[in-house]
């Protein structure tokens, strides 16, 4: 009636337990067990090597074959060799960590960027909060000391406090761990001191022990940097950058089913104070210039001090994110340049410290770079005058960059030449009305005097004295 024989029908009549039984697999022999020791050996020993020149399956056999004169088939070979990788694989599955409120984890990512017209490649840090998944970033040029101090300070004073903790890689501008051993940079030290935070630094190779910002810099290149973003100031794309956020952090927690907000309003309640004075992110050396009058920084970045000071070897330069600060031998700020980043070589110049100079000189005014800011007309004038006459240019030109700063002098200057000579008197008024209201700015309509206007020729029409 069932088709089934009779004897697997008796063995089921017999059964009285019909539970589900653990499955047993039987190893049976195989031409390669002789050879999975030195197979493992193998694979082992390629761990310490590039990952593009270990033993593939294909490799493992020719060896064996060549070697040993192995005799089995290829097929058995790849098995054994993908078990062993599986089980490797399981050996480095990650350990599932748990994060309190007002711990926080920070890593560097880079990306595009349109910076006034070019497209360019910025870092930009980003510091993330495991417990709620909210995380903020902020652009720089480099990955050094001061971009690491400058943007924890902004998210810092955006955020309204500090981690109790900060979980860093070894990055070089915050420190390194060498076994046991923690070097972290001067200036990292004095701001961690500043804020009291706690520095944790990752083991090598072991990025799962801050898998969660790794996540966060990459869904932000992916999502806030798509497409490719532009701007002018960077200080001012890093204000708005903070605030990009919002929308990740209205959604729901992935695994919490709570509002990421929510959730960070508890990393807000465990953060440590902000500091009753603020960090001032800046790194002070004393630096030599050329004989141009520039220093040199960052390798192949040059920026200029002063002609006379050229030479001189004790010159105060304040190192920031952003700004390379110049001082004079009173510790006075005298030049502020945008600090460069990258491995060409740039020649940042204040033309503003060199007039003085082209006064005393007028004869290098056609090689100057002070004449190529100059705006054309202004230029071709300047270019074609006496002596002399080129001589009370460069005069005026120091008195209103003295008063007003360079670019409005020139600005100045361009506007009041007029009928094939500079107006001194007329370039001074320009200058202070550029540097005031602004030289396009409409004036104002002023007080309603109607009603005066009104009283006024009412008497005169009925010819009464005004007085």
């Known amino acids: 009636m069932t088709g089934v024989d009779r004897k697997t029908i008796r063995k089921y009549l017999g059964l009285e337990d019909f539970s589900p039984e653990i499955p047993i697999s039987i190893e049976r022999p195989s031409k390669l067990d002789p050879f999975k020791g030195t197979i493992q ?3 082992e020993e390629d761990k310490r090597n590039w990952y593009k020149q270990r033993h593939t399956a294909k490799r493992v056999f020719k060896r064996l074959v060549k070697e040993y004169g192995f005799d089995g088939s290829y097929s058995i070979v790849q098995r054994y060799v993908k078990e062993l990788r599986s089980t490797q694989k399981s050996q480095r599955a990650n350990q599932e960590l748990i994060w309190e409120p007002g711990t926080a984890q920070a890593d560097f990512g880079e990306a595009d960027f349109i910076e006034n017209g070019m497209v360019v490649r910025k870092k930009y840090l980003e510091l993330s909060f495991p417990y709620s998944n909210d995380s903020f970033c902020q652009i720089f040029g480099g990955e050094n000391a001061e971009c690491v101090c400058q943007g924890l300070l902004d998210i810092f004073y955006y955020i309204g406090g500090v981690p109790q903790t900060i979980v860093f890689d070894n990055a070089a501008g915050v420190g390194r761990r060498i076994c046991d051993a923690i070097h972290e940079t001067t200036l990292f030290s004095k701001f961690r001191a500043h804020h009291h935070f706690t520095a944790r630094f990752c083991n090598p190779r072991a990025g799962w022990e801050k898998g969660n910002v ?5 869904y932000d290149r992916r999502n806030l940097f798509v497409p490719i973003q532009p701007f002018d100031d960077i200080e001012a794309y890093n204000k708005k950058l903070l605030d990009a956020h919002k ?3 209205s959604e729901i927690h992935y695994k919490k089913g709570i509002r990421i907000s929510e959730l960070f309003k508890e990393d807000q309640a465990a953060l440590y104070d902000l500091p009753g004075r603020k960090f001032r992110v800046c790194r002070y050396e004393h630096l030599k210039a050329d004989g141009y009058g520039k220093i040199r920084l960052d390798g192949e970045h040059y920026y200029s001090t002063r002609p006379e000071y050229a030479g001189r070897r ?11 600060d110049i001082y004079d031998e009173h510790n006075r700020l005298m ?3 945008k600090r460069e980043y990258g491995n060409r070589r740039t020649d940042s110049t204040d033309y503003s410290t060199t007039v003085s100079m082209l006064m005393h000189r007028p004869g290098s005014w056609k090689n ?7 705006t054309d007309p202004l230029r071709e004038y300047m270019d074609h005058v006496e002596k002399p006459v080129l001589k009370d240019c460069l005069t005026l030109l120091q008195e209103l960059t003295e008063t007003h700063g360079f670019y409005p002098a020139i600005n100045a200057m361009d506007r009041a030449l007029r009928g ?4 001194a008197s007329d370039a001074r008024i320009v200058a202070e009305r550029i540097c005031s209201y602004g030289i396009d700015t409409p004036p104002s309509e002023g007080p309603d005097l109607g009603e005066y206007d009104e009283a006024f020729l009412a008497v005169i029409e009925g010819g009464g004295d005004v007085a």
């Not at 790794?214 to 990459?218: D, L």
């Not at 100057?368 to 100059?374: P, T």
């Not at 094939?420 to 107006?423: E, M, N, P, T, Y």
């Open 41 to 43: 050996t193998w694979l």
């Open 214 to 218: 790794e996540n966060k810099v990459g």
């Open 247 to 249: 929308e990740k952090a």
């Open 314 to 324: 004790d010159i105060l330069v304040g190192i920031r994110a952003h700004y390379i």
């Open 335 to 337: 030049i502020r340049h």
């Open 368 to 374: 100057s770079g002070v004449r190529l800011e100059m």
């Open 420 to 423: 094939g000579r500079i107006s």
